[in-house]
């Protein structure tokens, strides 16, 4: 066997994951916070999340109209239930887990011992969903045909540029009535020095899945389920490590890797929660960073909705919890 492909696969995969997991950990990008804060009127991360993949979609315009974009994919079918079904659950569980996959691998690096618990009940979770067949039509096939783009008939960059300048012309505004997002600790990188460093790490994860071989570019779904069936995807399983990596050697120079343990019912909800999330991203047919990242950078239908559902999971779940401690709290009193 040719082993050259798989190792310029692992190569590649661990240089991108790397540079991704320094990036989340520098803005402590996890997307549990970014939903929790849409609902709590903080938004920083949001509008940091919008310039990355606004940026993304400029980026990736660009690299689909070179020879690298060629074997790369331009975008994922569109399967409503699926979607909604997918996202809410990947929801649910990142308001138990209170965290979400990439999150986990990146707070692992900062010394979080609990996210193991996390990644392995997100593995089982993933693993268990293969055996379950969601129902519903495919809407919009994929490849360009399910892209933002496509429906609209309109090219691709045409649709990029336009997303960017609306996001740039937001966060211009809101920097001159608010001024620059406070971060909470003296490395964290906010506003648009985090949004920059989220676009270019994105676009150069695609360069290097293109690189190594491989169709698509930061996600962690399909890692677990395709080792165990025998057609494993070697970027995809160096990236998931390089995540842990670029967390821990970043986080190390910024005296923030401390190794800790959890109290005991964290442990529960990490499992549970990682066990969701695992379900929910293969459900869905991507996590948060195949549809919350690359997948709106590839300006998909599916991966905005899928977003939107995320987001209404997290929030749900979030004020049920609410409303049940809230209950809780006053049958103590009475």
């Not at 964290?266 to 459900?283: D, I, S, T, W």
Request: with cysteine.
């Amino acid at each position: 066997m040719d082993t050259g492909p798989v190792l310029v696969g692992a190569v590649t995969g661990l240089v991108a994951g790397v540079l991704l997991g320094a990036v989340l950990h520098r803005g402590q990008l996890c997307f549990h916070a970014l939903a929790a804060g849409v609902g709590e009127g903080r938004r920083a991360l949001l509008r940091a999340w919008l310039l990355g993949v606004a940026l993304g979609s400029v980026g990736l315009a660009a690299l689909y109209a070179t020879p690298l974009g060629d074997g790369l994919s331009t975008g994922l079918p569109f399967r409503p239930v699926a979607a909604v079904v997918g996202g809410l659950l990947i929801g649910v569980g990142m308001a138990v887990a209170r965290s979400c996959v990439s999150g986990l691998f990146y707070k692992l690096g900062e010394g979080m011992l609990g996210a193991l618990v996390g990644l392995v009940g997100w593995a089982v979770g993933e693993l268990l969903a293969r055996q379950v067949a969601v129902p519903g039509p495919t809407v919009l096939p994929g490849g360009d045909g399910g892209t933002i783009p496509g429906v609209l008939g309109l090219p691709r960059w045409a649709v990029a540029v336009v997303f960017l300048a609306v996001v740039v012309a937001g966060t211009v505004a809101h920097r001159r009535r608010r001024g620059p997002d406070t971060p909470v600790h003296a490395w964290q990188w906010t506003g648009p020095r985090l949004g920059v460093a989220l676009g270019v790490v994105l676009v150069a994860g695609w360069a290097l899945a293109g690189l190594g071989g491989a169709s698509f570019g930061p996600s962690t779904v399909g890692a677990v389920s395709g080792l165990v069936s025998g057609s494993p995807n070697p970027w995809l399983l160096a990236f998931l490590p390089g995540l842990v990596l670029g967390s821990a050697v970043v986080a190390r120079r910024d005296r923030a890797l401390r190794v800790r343990g959890e109290q005991p019912v964290r442990y529960a909800q990490l499992a549970l929660g990682g066990l969701l999330l695992g379900a929910g991203g293969l459900v869905a047919g991507g996590c948060n960073l195949g549809h919350g990242l690359s997948g709106v950078a590839q300006l998909n239908v599916s991966s905005w909705v899928v977003v939107a559902a995320i987001t209404a999971g997290v929030l749900l779940t979030r004020r049920l919890v609410t409303a049940r401690d809230g209950r809780d709290e006053a049958t103590v009193r009475a």
